[in-house]
């Protein structure tokens, strides 16, 4: 069956897009006004340095532009991701790309030129009133010092990121408009249209052969484009190792860590760990084979649920219900806001033909956030609400409780109020069915707190492995290819999944498919907040209110503190091992006891 049009969606299920634009008629105005504003010097460029009201107003100009730019891009891109072939909204979301290029090239002198002062002289400036506000903002960016750029330099740079962005444009059009993997047959007998949305679902059917087909039918596509696929990823991890160079960086890993002042020993302590703990894994996989009953266990098994006669559908109203209930924890005020998140627009619900894949959340200063989903029914889709609730709670409370320049929080900890989420929901389930008389509820949740581990701890570590050795590779003078980028990724999985797992030949491509992969170093940051968000949530559910209030401060923290300093409002170290040993103390404990 094919996925609806957009316009066959009931309302009641759409996300209020208008509370940001009233229509795209009024984004236009504003859009006019911005790229008229772009076009003109700024007053200040020349004498910024020469007095604290010179230094405000330009500061308070260029926080005023990027609060603009912000609303008109998310607002563009937001109905772009409605619906992904629609041209009116793939030409707003190119517009709103390139009037912030054209702001973040007019104010490209502004870091040089502070960098450039007297910081005697720029200190006794911070001490007027109205820019006490700017001095956290100002202190990070004279300690990266080393790293800015001369004033025509941060020019060129910034002229450049359009065309720095191109590869993750292509993949993001094939993956989400272009490639077609047509029909299998599914557990009905019923011929289906197969896309990336409905792409996990199949892999979890409990028929072997419409799992086999999915997974089949699937990378036959990625084949196919596979050197075209190899060379859109390494056009983009050269983009990244050209400015890594260009800003005197070590390495791409040491740039994205350090925009966050994330330690690079956070990010190989990481790996490590899971690597000296792949035992469990492989103890993992070998229950699965059992479980299953299978002789040999395929990538195509990987998905399927271990309690075979089990199955756990869940219609949109009942997984909302369920998310309210399992965040009482959190206390009235905060389950009153995401209800009432559920009832005003906040969530973008169901596939439609065109809708991007996947789920997040995103939104404007000054507007509500927004959560963007295609739930199908299934408990996983209930585990993906309360996650994307938790980034629009996370970003609720920080927009209440900073000014815009501080309210946008680091990726390091946005994947913390998620999992967190996700920690009480499992927590909620396990204790619902603590009494029933057979364990089929009971080993049906322990089968996805498995596939949690498995895909946020050990399969996001896998990924940021593989990142690590590719831009490893570039930066050794290697070309990146299809037969290279494939051999890596297939050792990789030989490694994580052991020799009970069979390697099949199509999971070599099934980095061709990963979109985070465009946005280097981000995955870790899943299996960091993970393991942080199990700590956390043992702290709530035991009642420690030291924990509960220094949580709450960290979600209305934004970026007034680095994230590592955020985190330890919570009493979690992420510069120590121990954090990710203990979360995967709890998987041991898991196997044990499904054992």
Not at 58 to 76: F, G, I, M, P, S
Not at 226 to 240: D, E, H, P, R
């Amino acid at each position: 069956m094919a996925a609806p049009l957009r316009s066959e969606i009931d309302n009641e299920f759409k996300w209020a897009v208008n509370d940001i634009y009233s229509s795209d008629n009024a984004w236009e105005e504003d859009y006019q006004k911005l790229i008229k504003q772009a076009g003109e010097p700024c007053e200040y460029q020349f004498v910024l340095t020469e007095s604290a009201d010179n230094l405000y107003n330009v500061l308070k100009e260029l926080n005023d532009t990027d609060y603009l730019v912000e609303r008109l891009y998310v607002y563009a891109y937001m109905r772009y991701y409605e619906d992904t072939a629609n041209s009116v909204y793939q030409d707003m979301s190119g517009r709103a790309q390139t009037a912030a290029a054209k702001c973040a090239e007019k104010y490209a002198f502004v870091e040089p030129a502070i960098l450039s002062m007297d910081e005697n002289v720029l200190y006794e400036y911070l001490k007027d009133d109205r820019l006490k506000l700017y001095k956290h903002m100002i202190d990070d960016m004279l300690s990266q010092k080393e790293h800015s750029l001369s004033e025509k330099e941060e020019v060129l740079l910034a002229k450049a990121s359009q065309v720095m962005s191109v590869p993750n444009e292509i993949f993001s059009k094939f993956n989400n408009a272009d490639v077609h993997f047509g029909s299998i047959i599914d557990e009905s007998g019923n011929k289906v249209e197969l896309t990336n949305g409905t792409y996990v679902k199949y892999m979890q059917s409990q028929q072997r052969s419409v799992r086999k087909e999915a997974f089949e039918c699937l990378y036959k596509e990625y084949k196919q484009y596979i050197n075209t696929l190899a060379a859109c990823f390494y056009g983009n991890v050269k983009q990244a190792v050209f400015k890594a160079e260009a800003r005197k960086y070590e390495s791409t890993l040491h740039m994205y860590l350090s925009d966050s002042f994330i330690p690079v020993d956070v990010y190989k302590n990481l790996i490590n760990t899971v690597d000296d703990n792949l035992n469990l894994m492989h103890r993992y996989v070998d229950i699965r084979k059992k479980a299953l009953g299978v002789d040999e266990l395929h990538f195509y098994d990987i998905y399927a649920p271990m309690v075979a006669d089990y199955e756990w559908k869940v219609t949109y109203d009942e997984a909302r219900q369920m998310v309210l209930e399992a965040l009482a924890p959190m206390g009235e005020e905060y389950v009153a806001k995401v209800k009432e998140g559920f009832e005003t627009g906040w969530v973008d619900v169901y596939e439609n033909k065109g809708k991007r894949t996947g789920a997040f959340s995103w939104g404007a200063y000054g507007t509500h956030p927004y959560v963007f989903l295609n739930f199908s029914g299934t408990l996983d889709d209930v585990f993906t609400i309360i996650h994307e609730m938790g980034h629009a709670m996370h970003t609720y409370y920080s927009n209440s409780n900073q000014p815009y320049i501080y309210a946008g929080y680091k990726i390091f900890v946005a994947e913390v109020a998620s999992t967190c989420n996700e920690a009480l929901l499992m927590n909620y389930l396990l204790e619902s069915c603590k009494n029933d008389k057979d364990n089929k509820r009971r080993k049906y949740l322990l089968n996805h707190y498995f596939e949690q581990f498995k895909g946020t701890l050990f399969r996001q570590t896998m990924f940021a492995e593989f990142e690590m050795t590719a831009h490893k590779m570039v930066e050794e003078g290697n070309v990146l290819t299809a037969d290279n980028l494939c051999d890596v990724y297939r050792k990789l999985n030989e490694k994580y999944f052991g020799s009970e797992c069979v390697i099949d030949d199509e999971i070599a491509y099934e980095w061709a498919r990963i979109p985070h992969f465009y946005t280097p170093f981000y995955v870790y940051q899943y299996a960091t907040g993970y393991s942080a968000a199990i700590a956390i949530a043992a702290g709530i559910l035991k009642g420690d209110k030291a924990v509960k209030e220094g949580y709450k401060k960290f979600l209305s923290g934004g970026s007034s503190l680095h994230p590592i300093d955020l985190l330890k409002l919570c009493r979690i170290d992420m510069e120590k091992r121990e954090v990710v040993q203990s979360a995967l103390n709890v998987f041991n404990g898991l196997l044990d006891e499904w054992d």
